[in-house]
């Protein structure tokens, strides 16, 4: 939708945390592309960096095995504004337009800057996206990216 190739680092289950983290290696190579969306998730999502690569990432399906998850979802206000961290960060890692979109209606009131991304169809797990939303979403942010571009 925007004549040009794209690359989706979605992680599914993952973490704001996580995003930074790819951000700051793709930036570390030098990849300048002509621009990055982030979809944002909820902010009380962690992802447990371990030795060798080992990635954990946990969130409320999982917050009774992993303690770090279950701090952030009782104090909301630290997932809230470590987010708001790592959105001006990745922000300023790249050479390029960034735009940056939420799921969380709750997050949006809290960090106004970032648009919020409605669902109106379902997967069939009934939790995820469905198609008609997917497309949805792709029409929109690609319609900002040509015409900011």
């Not at 599914?12 to 945390?17: D, F, I």
């Not at 992802?47 to 009782?74: C, D, F, H, Q």
Request: aromatic share 10%; with cysteine; charged share 20%.
């Amino acid at each position: 939708m925007v004549n040009a190739p794209v690359v989706n680092l979605g992680v599914s289950g993952s973490s704001p945390m996580l995003a930074w983290v790819n951000t700051t290696k793709l930036c570390k190579l030098e990849i300048i592309p002509k621009a990055v969306v982030y979809i944002w998730t909820y902010p009380e999502r962690v992802t447990v960096l371990g030795k060798n690569g080992m990635v954990i990432n946990s969130g409320a399906w999982n917050a009774e095995l992993e303690p770090l998850s279950r701090g952030w979802i009782y104090h909301d206000s630290h997932g809230l504004e470590y987010l708001r961290q790592l959105i001006d960060s990745c922000s300023q890692q790249w050479k390029c337009p960034s735009y940056h979109y939420t799921i969380c209606k709750n997050t949006q009131e809290h960090i106004p800057e970032l648009e919020f991304l409605d669902k109106f169809d379902y997967a069939r797990d009934r939790q995820h996206i469905g198609i008609e939303t997917a497309k949805q979403w792709a029409s929109v942010i690609s319609s900002k990216i040509r015409n900011d571009l």
